[in-house]
T-cell receptor
């Protein structure tokens, strides 16, 4: 399972765009990149997943360069309610279940 | 939609006591998982199941047992609780077709004194 490295914490202000970068130098050919969000006292929640280039949904965008050794989660115009821990995960998508390793994540704090 | 439901939400145990945590999902998912999360840390996989009647060990299985007698339920047992098992326990499930999109329960906060 590929190991990921992401910043421990980030601060932002309401209305700003936030970019959280994750590095995964040992990503394998079959690995997908998945991001989860976790609020205090809640279980993690799936945000977005991608394999290469760019993926966008109603919550976030995910940018993956051609070498796939890193990825960037982009949250547009954050609000106070986006204060949470964000986890970058790398693993095979459909084989053997969700046994991906969770690191400590990035703690995002959005200020007014 | 209920999604993934964990029972109980809170529990305090004395060292040496046993208990069972129940996880139920109503999404007809094949895969189910138990994680634990300690303060300031990410989640660690305890056990998982890829189908009814099957279970497998994760990263930190020692001191825990699991059973999946029905597809919708996944039970986590502590036979003899220890203070080191004080943690928040999360159950999750995912489908076979998109296993990396997991749905998590609200967690069970367990304290062993």
């Amino acid at each position: 399972l590929a190991k990921t490295t992401q910043p421990i914490s980030m601060d932002s202000y309401e209305g700003q765009e936030v970019n959280i970068t994750c590095s995964h130098n040992n990503i394998a050919t079959n690995d997908y990149i998945t991001w989860y969000q976790q609020f205090p006292s809640q279980g993690p929640r799936f945000i977005i997943q991608g394999y290469k280039t760019k993926v966008t949904n109603e919550v976030a965008s995910l940018f993956i360069p051609a070498d796939r050794k890193s990825s960037t989660l982009s949250l547009p115009r954050v609000s106070l309610s986006d204060t949470a821990v964000y986890y970058c995960l790398v693993g095979v998508r459909n084989t053997g279940g969700f046994k991906t390793i969770f690191g400590a994540g990035t703690r995002l704090f959005v200020k007014a | 939609n209920a999604g993934v439901t964990q029972t109980p939400k809170f529990r305090v145990l004395k060292t040496g006591q046993s208990m069972t945590l129940l996880c139920a999902q109503d999404m007809n998912h094949e895969y189910m998982y138990w994680y634990r999360q300690d303060p300031g840390m990410g989640l660690r996989l305890i056990h998982y199941s890829v189908g009814e009647g099957t279970t497998a060990k994760g990263e930190v299985p020692d001191g825990y047992n699991v059973s999946r007698l029905k597809k919708q339920n996944f039970l986590l047992g502590l036979e003899s609780a220890a203070p080191s098992q004080t943690s928040v326990y999360f159950c999750a499930s995912s489908s076979k077709s998109s296993s990396s999109e997991a749905f998590f329960g609200q967690g069970t906060r367990l304290t062993v004194v």
